[in-house]
């Protein structure tokens, strides 16, 4: 990545150092190496969230329908496995391909539709939710698989799989984004859909392709949150709406799209990670840290709708030239 491009990434993992270094003046047992390790595995699943919304903000959309695509997984999983691991062979394969289908209703509607982003996905989180209150009669099973309990708390060589998989996930994403003509579509349409038309960028397949992915993270998601619970339940994936957010807008991307990179979105799971464990210590409450989300996301995008209006100018001064 060229590091003049992305400034705002590198500011990001600035502030994660400079966040560690307070969190380590005012509990000084916060960063033990035990509690850095279970800090790394709560931010492993906003970090594997914020994956696929990160992709759909650079593209310049938002999916709003992360929670229940989650919940939904979770909840289904339970259902379908009744706490034994073989159903899982053909389970987890078919929840990751539903949630991807979620993803591609999502697509269809803002990319062919044209249904703005937010009402769209918006109304698909309400459906899904709708849904499984209705097949789930409000009270969904508890259990989860012991083999998706062992990917979610388990530890290979000391070391906890679920960090591991998130490892491997962000070489991914991170090589999609930098190495792959999707990449270089993405950041396309998220700066100028009309634009990106013009130029023989297929728009509208780009676009389904980063909700798809959306929709993909988040059913994989909320079968690893339920290995870590140990249960599935309602309402399990409405905290990770505005954390997969967050953190994309704090690792540098901007909301309104065609800049950010999933390299900065890390540093944001991790930011967020850490303001969440350092509140008891501060003596504050849970409303602060939802304070914390909407300032981010307002700053991020008034900075950003600045910056677009310092460039406009000059894009047009170029082509008078």
Known sequence: MNLARHRSILFAYLGLILLLVVTGLVAPGFLSPTHFRSLAVLAAFIGIVALGQTFVVIGGGIDLSVP????AAAVLMTLFAHGQDAPLVWIVPLLLAAGTLVGVVNGLGVGLFGVPPIIMTLAVNVILQGGILVYTGGAPPATA???????????IAGFPVIVLLWIVLAIVATLLLSKTAFGRYLYAVGSSATVAEFSGVPTLRTSVAAYALSGFTAA???M?????????????GDPYLFT???AVAIGGASILGGSGH??????GALVLTVLTGLLPALNLSNGALLVVYGAVILVTVALASEALTDLLPRRRARRIS
Do not use: E
Request: charged letters at 0%; a positive charge; glycine letters at 16%.
């Open 244 to 246: 997969s957010i967050a």
């Open 220 to 222: 994989l998601a909320g």
């Open 145 to 155: 698989p012991a083999a998706i309990q062992f990917l979610a708390v388990g530890r």
């Open 68 to 71: 229940w695509v989650l919940n």
């Open 262 to 267: 999933y390299v900065g979105t890390i540093a």
């Open 224 to 236: 690893l949150l339920t290995g870590y619970s140990g249960q599935a339940y309602l309402g399990m």
